[in-house]
């Protein structure tokens, strides 16, 4: 059982770039989400699901874009890279109505 | 949204002591969960509290949600270096679908 499954584990890209960080999960869970993770920040959301073709915003939602078109698959494309979006990133996934929420192992992305 | 204010942001105990921290909110919260993050690592649920007043224990540690379910609590008992890491409480809206944290505590443990 691989849980919630996140890639890449690092990148570096410049100014400008896209590039979309990829959430697998296996448990058949509904709800998943990305959180973006910055010092003394705690975590924010950025986007999450309900299920499969429905997506809603978060907390900070601007320069990203996410897509559901399985229940397995939530991908996060950045579609400008902003230096302000170094951050670590966290896909994140549960049952709908608040059961345990489990976390992939986070993405670590630099932009210069 | 709901906001949950989390204190305090950085604590430093010797191995033994004890440690708490707070999670409260200005309004009535669903419910309220608990994480555990180490260094480098990702967030891991340790428990869930519903009801007004609910104290839950798992082995050193001791979980309660307050009475008007406005506040929360963690506390360790006689600290471990293993408990070192960022404890986050997280509220849930009452729809199901988002997840607010507080700011976290970030524990540090000398042994």
């Known amino acids: 059982n691989a849980g919630v499954t996140q890639t890449p584990k690092f990148q570096v890209l410049k100014t400008g770039q896209s590039m979309t960080l990829q959430c697998a999960q296996d448990?058949?869970?509904?709800?998943m989400s990305w959180y973006r993770q910055d010092p003394g920040m705690g975590l924010r959301l950025i986007h999450y699901?309900?299920?499969?073709?429905?997506?809603d915003q978060g907390e900070v939602p601007n320069g990203y874009n996410v897509s559901r078109s399985t229940t397995e698959d939530f991908p996060l494309r950045l579609l400008s890279a902003a230096p302000s979006q170094t951050s670590v990133y966290f896909c994140?996934?549960?049952?709908?109505?608040?059961?345990?929420?489990?976390f992939g192992e986070g993405s670590w992305l630099t932009v210069v | 949204g709901q906001q949950v204010m989390q204190i305090p942001q950085y604590q430093h105990v010797q191995e033994g002591e004890d440690f708490t921290t707070y999670c409260n909110s200005s309004?009535?919260?669903?419910?309220i969960q608990w994480y555990k993050q180490r260094p480098g690592g990702h967030p891991v649920f340790l428990i869930q509290?519903?009801?007004?007043?609910e104290v839950k224990k798992q082995k050193r540690l001791t979980f309660q949600f307050g009475e008007a379910k406005k506040n929360s609590s963690l506390h360790i008992t006689a600290t471990q270096t293993t408990d070192v890491g960022t404890y986050f409480c997280?509220?849930?809206?009452?729809?199901?679908?988002?997840?607010?944290f507080g700011e976290g505590t970030q524990l540090t443990v000398n042994p």
């Open positions: 509290l519903v009801k007004s007043g």
């Open positions: 997280a509220e849930i809206e009452t729809s199901g679908s988002r997840l607010t």
């Open positions: 699901s309900v299920g499969a073709g429905i997506t």
């Open positions: 994140a996934s549960s049952y709908v109505r608040g059961n345990t929420i489990y």
């Open positions: 448990m058949n869970h509904e709800y």
């Open positions: 309004t009535t919260l669903s419910n």
